[in-house]
């Protein structure tokens, strides 16, 4: 299925992505040179990301697995071989131990061919693991926001160190949990991954994973701000007088009417307590095929960060210009 | 729920989108001076259509109904007062009768009161009704195409007749067929709101809307087949040579990777049959809650109606910039 859906994805984007000959990688087309380039990657199941994010603004390529399996370190030593311009890469994937070891292989090996290669591992997903040890957390949802601040410091020319720095501040800034009252059904399967029974949720899901806790359904509005005040908690805590940027993300079965919903809810959350709202984002950004949930991401911005998430992107699956206030 | 979505949704986009004081209508913001408005509007439950495609280059205002049922006619109404600068308006809505019965009720007061006001019905539905009578199609997806279309000409200072032909000629040229496994849920509900056995799946359905037929479920690429077998008979038939705009489009909980595999189909079956594809969009652009299908429509399209969707749109839930090439 991911051979077909990727005919199809270069079938509707012609002219803006292409595919590598020698790898299942998609790199944005035209690549503008001499900068140093942003590479993601990792299993697939999960579109609108990662390939929709290929683009000006944010990555220049991603490389695709199969179904929520991790990509082979060989294609991905290609991705950064046919863009490598001499400036560097940044790798910038979710924390699973299949993409970080694939990953990490393809980072070695091209340093060993004199390529400068460096790796940031997304661990975002705080209703998994612990807040202190960050290998136990996922990657989730809260990727696109370090993948559009990386990618828009790397469309400004940013050395790989600056770029690192960037991608190492908004993953250190960035909080996600994830709810789903049903998990995905993977094609070929008759049957969701996981039962969730009728009136319940599970709390701290991953994209198609399961959660750390079941829960009886309740109002929107209460789950809403028990998964706030999980995030508010987390470490490093979110006081008063800070500033963050929101991502209510859509798992794939979520209507955007519940999620404009769940924004609501946050929004008001988040004034009482006194967290200020730089931008806000509601969506399908980051999914897990036809799974029921939803997830919420909140990024800690200065203003460095705030103004690299403001830029201007043109990917497949986001757009985003500058508007003149 | 309409009301805390809105809330939602102008608390996630405020500065580009504002709501009327005296009708649930959204704006966008600023408004261009001085040309023809264009204004949709329907019942909630299809988002990101309606209101995500209020906008530069795409609709001016949204006129927001409950879930799944038309807005009250004082509100269009009010929607064309507010807006109004006296070079007329065009209301354009999906064939539902409670919304052309308002829409028309609001475009004949507002005519007393001196201003231009033109409505152009879309009937792109050709899963449902006959050929020939277009008063029984419905308006489904195809929808987005046309207010793209008119809006397009509307942000060019085009006159308000000469809209009014663009729209015109859009709904003629474009045709769309949706087919469902699984029905939304209604919120408050317990179950979807009709049946589809397991295995099976209904042809021709609405937006929410039960279709015309039911049948075994089948291959993607059979299916897909069916569609297009479907869209290019019905009248007037695509004929080889002609070139067309293809939309896949979500109704709520189908996988992004489903809708490029479905895609993908599409684009060779049309390649068969040499007629031309001048563009695709793959998404959710006009969904119904969380139901589980999809829907193909083809826009005919000669150099002014490409022209016209080529251009660039600033909504909240599209973007398109013209590139170039």
Redesign the interface.
Known sequence: ??E??????L??HA??VRRLEGARALVATPLPSGRVRVITGGG??H??ALL?YVGPGLVDAAVVGDLFASPPAADVLEAIRATDTGAGTLLLIGNYSGDVLNFEMAAEWARQEGRAVEIEVITDDVGAGTPHDLGTRRGLAGGFLVWKAAGAAAARKASLPQIRGVAHRAIAAARTVAVAARA?TVPGSAHPSFAVPMGEIEFGVGHGERGVRRERVRRVDDLVDEMVEHLVVSDPPLRPGGRVVTLVNGL??????E??????RL?GNLDERRIGVHR?????FY?A??M?GFSITLLSVDSELADLIDASA?AP?F???V?A?
């Not at 077909?4 to 994805?9: A, P, R, W």
């Not at 806000?280 to 399908?284: D, I, L, N, P, R």
């Open positions: 299925v991911v077909e859906m990727l005919e199809g994805f079938g509707t002219g803006r697939s199941g579109e609108p929709g995905c794939g079965a979520t209507p955007f009417l999620l404009y919903i769940a924004h609501r929004a806000s984002y509601v969506g399908a999914t095929l036809d029921d043109n699956h757009v985003q210009t508007q206030q």
